[in-house]
């Protein structure tokens, strides 16, 4: 819980400027592409963290997550849907739901299956399509 709050003030701290940074509360658009960056860089690390054991590893128990696997689900909102009820397999829904919305922004970024217009949450990734992953 402690490492969660932890998180979770760093993620105030990395929006607050750019909450501020315009007059009327909006960023702007090169403060949300920082945004955007960060969260895929925390995303990759908690996916080495978490992840990378069971899907990455070359007999592992978890498919690989190619794009091809992460499009099947259409939508950003039922692949979060699943992360957050199923993973990580060793104790499901264990992460904060920023963390495996970090997860999922890396996870699409890196496998090129949506461009990304703000930080991936509930609000922007609920309907957000994702690319046919080369099927």
Same mark, same amino acid.
């Given at each position: 819980?402690?490492?969660?709050?932890?998180?979770?003030?760093?993620?105030?701290?990395?929006?607050?400027?750019?909450?501020?940074?315009?007059?009327?509360?909006?960023?702007?658009? +090169?403060?949300?592409?920082?945004?955007?960056?960060?969260?895929?860089?925390?995303?990759?690390?908690?996916?080495? +963290?978490?992840?990378?054991?069971?899907?990455?590893?070359?007999?592992?128990?978890?498919?690989?997550?190619?794009?091809?696997?992460?499009?099947?689900?259409?939508?950003?909102?039922?692949?979060?849907?699943?992360?957050?009820?199923?993973?990580?397999?060793?104790?499901?829904?264990?992460?904060?739901?920023?963390?495996?919305?970090?997860?999922?922004?890396?996870?699409?970024?890196?496998?090129?299956?949506?461009?990304?217009?703000?930080?991936?949450?509930?609000?922007?990734?609920?309907?957000?399509?994702?690319?046919?992953?080369?099927?």
């Amino acid at each position: 819980m402690a490492h969660s709050l932890v998180l979770d003030a760093c993620l105030l701290l990395a929006l607050a400027p750019a909450l501020v940074s315009c007059g009327e509360g909006e960023p702007s658009p +090169e403060d949300v592409s920082v945004l955007i960056q960060e969260q895929r860089l925390r995303g990759e690390g908690l996916y080495r +963290e978490h992840c990378y054991s069971c899907h990455e590893v070359e007999g592992a128990i978890g498919v690989e997550l190619s794009a091809r696997v992460l499009a099947s689900y259409d939508f950003a909102g039922p692949l979060y849907d699943y992360i957050d009820l199923a993973m990580p397999y060793n104790e499901p829904g264990s992460l904060a739901p920023t963390q495996y919305w970090d997860i999922m922004a890396y996870l699409l970024i890196d496998r090129e299956l949506a461009r990304l217009e703000a930080p991936l949450s509930a609000r922007s990734g609920d309907r957000l399509r994702l690319a046919d992953g080369g099927s």
